[in-house]
């Protein structure tokens, strides 16, 4: 299971092994839902363990990525298959909330930054709150030059709990984070380019053929040595000089006794482009 019509979002899959995930809510600027991230959570599950599935997208339908949790009160669409049985929401009382959070909302963005396919945000609009922790929890991120990008969390007196500051901060810096927040600044594409928080701005009818553009290129690359590559980057950020050193030579006793290994030299000796992932087409 990965393709199909959730709640709050479908996901389709396009050669080669390129799963997207569109929220698909226009209405309500796609605004996630309990229901929504725990169904996004078990479909990346599945993204993680089918090797078809190379790299995953994220966007958006409408004018919105996703403009953060919908707190309109209004009823959870109809439509769309339940991947998991509701539970309880929490947030009724303290410990509510804390686990509410803990175990429903951050595990959304856990789930993708543990994801060790490559991801990439297409970001067609508001990307606000949820959105914008989502978006920063990819791998890459392209914008549509009418996208809008920002927590805005303070204008409710709320804070940005889904680990918004964290990601900022990696990629920012504390200085710029604290201004950012604190002002409660939502962003062009091209001010989060200059920013550091999106790698491209296109123009909205080049966001989704870039975006597949990129895909593709990571998707032919050497998938087993990258998905080890994207984990120990990440883990680098948190570790010591030494314990990133083991990191890496415990992953490379995987990807060097690979077959794509032994392709990528025959490749350079002979003069041509490597094809990778014989061991995925067979």
């Not at 990346?44 to 966007?59: G, H, K, S, W």
């Not at 959304?108 to 914008?132: E, P, S």
């Not at 040595?225 to 083991?246: G, P, Q, V």
Request: aromatic residues 6%.
């Amino acid at each position: 299971m990965f393709s199909g019509s959730y709640r709050g979002f479908e996901a389709t899959i396009e050669p080669p092994g390129i799963g997207i995930i569109r929220f698909n809510q226009p209405e309500r600027l796609n605004g996630t839902t309990q229901q929504t991230k725990r169904d996004l959570v078990e479909v990346l599950t599945q993204a993680q363990m089918r090797d078809e599935i190379r790299v995953v997208v994220f966007t958006g339908s409408g004018r919105a990525f996703s403009a953060g949790d919908d707190i309109s009160g209004r009823p959870v669409p109809e439509g769309g298959e339940a991947a998991v049985p509701d539970i309880p929401r929490g947030h009724e009382n303290p410990i509510g909330t804390y686990e509410g959070l803990r175990v429903l909302s951050q595990t959304l963005n856990q789930a993708v930054r543990k994801l060790d396919k490559l991801t990439i945000a297409a970001v067609n609009g508001f990307a606000i709150q949820t959105g914008l922790s989502l978006a920063l929890s990819c791998d890459f991120r392209i914008a549509s030059t009418e996208a809008r990008m920002g927590s805005g969390t303070l204008r409710f007196g709320l804070l940005p709990d889904e680990g918004g500051q964290f990601l900022l901060v990696q990629l920012m810096g504390v200085a710029k984070t604290m201004d950012f927040l604190m002002r409660n600044r939502i962003v062009s594409g091209e001010e989060a380019f200059e920013l550091g928080l999106v790698h491209e701005v296109v123009d909205p009818d080049q966001l989704m053929p870039r975006t597949l553009e990129l895909a593709r290129e990571l998707a032919d690359g050497p998938q087993v040595a990258m998905r080890l590559l994207k984990t120990t980057i990440y883990n680098a950020a948190e570790m010591t000089f030494a314990h990133a050193l083991d990191d890496i030579a415990a992953k490379t006793a995987i990807s060097d006794h690979h077959p794509d290994v032994r392709e990528g030299i025959a490749a350079f000796r002979e003069k041509r482009k490597p094809t990778f992932n014989a061991w995925l087409e067979g």
